[in-house]
Each structure stands twice: as structure tokens, then as C-alpha cells.
């Protein structure tokens, strides 16, 4: 009887080593799947990301100390302002992350909120040595060579009742790079832009005053029209690209597309503004759902960047709008991306027939 009882005991005692082995064994799975199913997450937003990154590296660990992180938790984490970009506000940034497949199909800060979710190729054919795995060093980038002077550039802006008629042939009143690019220009052994820059006939009427919708709106190529009369389109090149990163603009951030129409992808540095030093920016131009679109500067002069910003990548405080202090929702430009406008907050009106884009009343696919 005494040795069944100390028989009946070992085998307790062995299944309690086992069990408990087993469940560390059980613990350290769930650990390791987590991390995994982290990886696939991060991987599949950002396609040209480098899993050995700096970047990868460092978030990784910030999951191994939080065993409960599941791929739901992550997600919620990605749309937290602070965890997209993890900028600190009001400073420069010597690397910027790279856009690359930054798109969503709902609104989402630091994305852009695209209509496109195919990207047929374009732009850039080789990556230039200022893109280092997720991360792009702006300081690095080369541009376009050349100072192209447009003489017969055409603008007018014309507040009317409750529409700005804006007008242009998208001549720029600031110089130009010489397009299409040279294969003596040191931007030929990345960029082979074989456009020429045109004259294009656009001719928009926005709403002077827009009113806010409860759900916004995604975006596609052409977002705004800037004060020089030229285009802005979003940060995606044709390949869903981060088009700033990747494609060579000139010395004023712009170059032509398919049918020459000049376009920026972000602020140009040849448009005016006197932001910063406690002064928020200038009104550069209006997004095609009529509100206006800043510079790089917030209320009292503070740079700001996607993560400060809204999902459509806005604001809503007092600004100079017409002549006139008033509280009013606008968008700001920012040196990362999306760069501008990820959707629009308002109705946009959409480019038809007689505007700077293609028959059929579809702007060509951006390069
Ligand atoms: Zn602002
Ligand atoms: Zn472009």
C-alpha cells in the first residue's frame, strides 16, 4: 500500500514537471507567433521595407516586452498618431520615412486614402543611394538641372458668389528643370523622364467656402492647384510609390507627366511662403475640395509633420482665409509623407472635360 502511495506521488510529481513544461513551452509559442504575425503586418504596409532595418529592429523589441500584442492591438497602435512616424514636432528630420504602398482604403493618418489600389508601374528606374531600406536622407537627393523660364504662363483666380474659378495653362511663373531630363544631367542615371513640359488648358471652379463631410473622400493623382498655377498631385508615383523619394523633380519639386502637364508631389520650394519664426504658413494653394492648403508651419510657427495632422492631413484652427480671420479647416503641407492631402474632407470636384487631363475626363496616371 505505502510504496503504491509513494508510486501514485512520483507520477504527480512528474506530471507536474511535464504540465508545467509544457505550458512555459506553450507560453514561449504564443510569444514567438506574435512577433512573427508583427512582422508579416509590418511588411505588408511598407513592400520595400528591409526586415534588418534599423527601424524593423526597434519595434520588434518594443513587441517582445508586451507578450499581449496581437495583430488587432497592432493595428490600433499603426493609427495612434504618435506610433505611424514617432516624430518629435517642431524639428527638422534628417531621414524621412519612405511612402512606398502607404495607402489605405479608409481614412488613416499618414497614409493616403487612395481610389488607386492597382499601380501599373512609371516613374523612377533605379533607386537613387538617398534611399536607405524604409527611410529616404532628402539632404542626398539630386534634381533636374536647368533654369527653363515660362514667359507665357496664364493664371486667374476669381472669387465669384460661393465659387474660385481658378484658370491656368499651368506655365509656371517660377523657372524650371530642362525636361525631358539629359543623359548629361546627373538625375539620368535614376530618372529617364522622356516628358517635355506643355501647355495645358485647366479650368476649375471650387467651392469658395466648403463645408465639411461626416465621411471624406480617397484621392487620385490630382489633389490641389498651387498659386504658381501648377498641379499638385499626391505623394504616389504610378507605381504607388513615395513619388518624392523616388522621381526626379527639378530644384522646385515639379516635373511633367505623360501629356506635360508640370506637377509637384509636395511643397515647392519656389512658392512663397513666410512661415516658421512663430508664424504659421501661407495659403499656397487650394486642394479640389476648395479649402486651402498651408505650408509646412502651424499655429505659432511650429513645423509640423503626419503625425500633428488629421487623417486627411488637416487642421481646424484660425487662419487668414479671403481677406479675413477665421476658424476654418485647412490642410498643411509636411516634409514627410504623404507630404500633403491624404483624402478630402470635403466634396472635391472632379477634373472634366476641359480641365488639364486626357479626353475622357481622367487625369493620366501620374509619374
Ligand atoms: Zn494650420
Ligand atoms: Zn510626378
Not at 46 to 73: L, M, R
Not at 179 to 206: G, H, V, W
Not at 242 to 259: F, L, R, T
Not at 297 to 307: K, S
Amino acid at each position: 500500500m505505502n510504496s503504491n502511495y509513494i508510486l501514485l506521488g512520483l507520477a504527480f510529481a512528474l506530471c507536474f514537471v511535464l504540465l508545467s513544461g509544457c505550458t512555459n513551452t506553450a507560453k514561449s509559442d504564443t510569444l514567438s507567433t506574435g512577433t512573427i504575425s508583427k512582422d508579416k503586418n509590418s511588411t505588408s504596409y511598407n513592400p520595400n521595407s528591409v526586415p534588418g532595418s534599423s527601424e524593423s529592429n526597434s519595434s520588434d523589441q518594443k513587441s517582445d516586452t508586451t507578450p499581449s500584442t496581437t495583430p488587432e492591438s497592432e493595428e490600433a497602435l499603426k493609427d495612434t498618431p504618435g506610433a505611424v512616424i514617432n516624430t518629435p514636432s517642431n524639428k527638422r528630420l534628417d531621414l524621412l520615412p519612405l511612402g512606398d504602398g502607404k495607402y489605405s482604403t479608409s481614412p488613416k493618418v499618414g497614409y493616403i486614402y487612395s481610389c488607386d489600389t492597382q499601380f501599373n508601374g512609371g516613374g523612377a528606374f533605379k533607386d537613387g543611394p538617398w534611399i536607405e531600406g524604409s527611410v529616404w536622407d532628402p539632404s542626398k537627393k539630386v534634381t533636374v538641372d536647368g533654369a527653363v523660364v515660362w514667359k507665357n504662363g496664364k493664371l486667374t483666380i476669381t472669387l465669384s458668389g460661393d465659387k474660385r474659378r481658378i484658370v491656368s495653362n499651368d506655365l509656371p511663373n517660377h523657372t524650371t528643370g530642362v525636361f525631358p531630363i539629359s543623359s548629361n544631367d546627373d538625375a539620368y542615371q535614376y530618372d529617364r523622364n522622356p516628358n517635355s513640359i506643355k501647355e495645358q488648358s485647366i479650368d476649375i471652379s471650387l467651392a469658395a467656402n466648403p463645408t465639411l463631410v461626416d465621411n471624406p473622400s480617397c484621392g487620385s493623382g490630382t489633389v490641389g492647384i498651387m498659386l504658381s498655377g501648377v498641379p499638385l498631385f499626391n505623394g504616389f508615383d504610378a507605381g504607388g510609390r513615395d513619388a518624392v523619394a523616388h522621381e526626379i523633380q527639378d530644384s522646385c519639386g515639379g516635373h511633367p507627366q505623360v501629356s506635360g502637364q508640370y506637377h509637384y508631389h509636395s511643397e515647392s520650394s519656389c512658392l512663397n511662403d513666410s512661415g516658421g519664426k512663430a508664424t504659421h504658413s501661407d495659403l499656397l494653394g487650394y486642394s479640389l475640395d476648395g479649402f486651402g492648403i498651408y505650408g509646412e508651419y502651424g499655429e505659432n510657427g511650429t513645423l509640423l509633420h503626419a503625425a500633428d495632422l488629421d487623417e486627411c492631413h488637416g487642421q481646424t484652427h484660425a487662419i487668414m482665409w479671403d481677406g479675413k480671420t477665421q476658424v476654418m479647416y485647412h490642410y498643411h503641407f509636411t516634409e514627410d509623407f504623404p507630404y500633403s492631402i491624404g483624402c478630402f474632407r470635403a466634396k472635391p470636384v472632379s477634373l472634366g472635360a476641359g480641365g488639364g487631363e486626357s479626353p475622357g475626363g481622367q487625369m493620366p496616371p501620374p509619374r
